[in-house]
T-cell receptor, first 113, second 114 residues
Framework: EAQVTQNPRYLITVTGKKLTVTCSQN?????MSWYRQDPGLGLRQIYY???????DKGDVPEGYKVSRKEKRNFPLILESPSPNQTSLYFC????????????FGPGTRLLVL | DAKTTQPTSMDCAEGRAANLPCNHS???????VYWYRQIHSQGPQYIIH???NNETNEMASLIITEDRKSSTLILPHATLRDTAVYYC???????????????FGQGTELSVKP
């Protein structure tokens, strides 16, 4: 089944403790992206990647890192999480960054204490 | 990317057609209309998209007016599981959207009632 998977689905952590949220897709998509969703602010793009080893900042990249060493994986790294990064995170992928359909993962709900 | 306007909420009786309108009066000639939905904090789910012609798939139909300034998403026989927030998104091709992001507005909260 074609899908985007994220792990973990739920995470509670403390300020400053490094964490990684994994994202994987099995559709051989070139384009992958991370969004965060907050009440009243909608979905905002954090980082995106157009292909292996090619990443770029979205609208809200501060406090996040990403890497794209393999086509299927696009992990989101929070080196030193802070409470303002408490949010619902979604990974998405598509064939390219053009007009193709984007497929979203199930989401990761993060709480930073 | 063009801005869209949708009603904040709508109700629909189970088994009836749900018609969700969207205004996009500033749409450009090469911009597509996309519809996604989000069922209570799940990942957004693609429904349908179109450029000029009306489109239909197994989930829904998309009717785009001739001047392309508005569109309507039609769920022909709404079920309780169609209760969700529906987003109308207008998006251009690659060179006009370097980040590839989808801009989600506030959407329409559709409640399907028994």
């Amino acid at each position: 089944e074609a899908q985007v998977t994220q792990n973990p689905r739920y995470l509670i952590t403390v300020t400053g403790k490094k964490l990684t949220v994994t994202c994987s897709q099995n559709m051989n998509h070139e384009y992958m992206s991370w969004y965060r969703q907050d009440p009243g602010l909608g979905l905002r793009q954090i980082y995106y990647s157009m292909n292996v080893e090619v990443t770029d900042k979205g609208d809200v990249p501060e406090g996040y890192k990403v890497s794209r060493k393999e086509k299927r994986n696009f992990p989101l790294i929070l080196e030193s999480p802070s409470p303002n990064q408490t949010s619902l995170y979604f990974c998405a992928s598509s064939l390219s960054r053009g007009v193709e359909t984007q497929y979203f993962g199930p989401g990761t709900r993060l709480l930073v204490l | 990317d063009a801005k869209t306007t949708q009603p904040t909420s709508m109700d629909c009786a189970e088994g009836r057609a749900a018609n969700l309108p969207c205004n996009h009066s500033t749409i450009s000639g090469n911009e597509y209309v996309y519809w996604y939905r989000q069922i209570h904090s799940q990942g957004p789910q693609y429904i349908i998209h179109g450029l000029k012609n009306n489109e239909t798939n197994e989930m829904a139909s998309l009717i785009i007016t001739e001047d392309r300034k508005s569109s309507t998403l039609i769920l022909p026989h709404a079920t309780l599981r169609d209760t969700a927030v529906y987003y109308c998104i207008v998006r251009g091709p690659l060179i006009y959207n370097q980040g590839g992001k989808l801009i989600f507005g506030q959407g329409t909260e559709l409640s399907v009632k028994p």
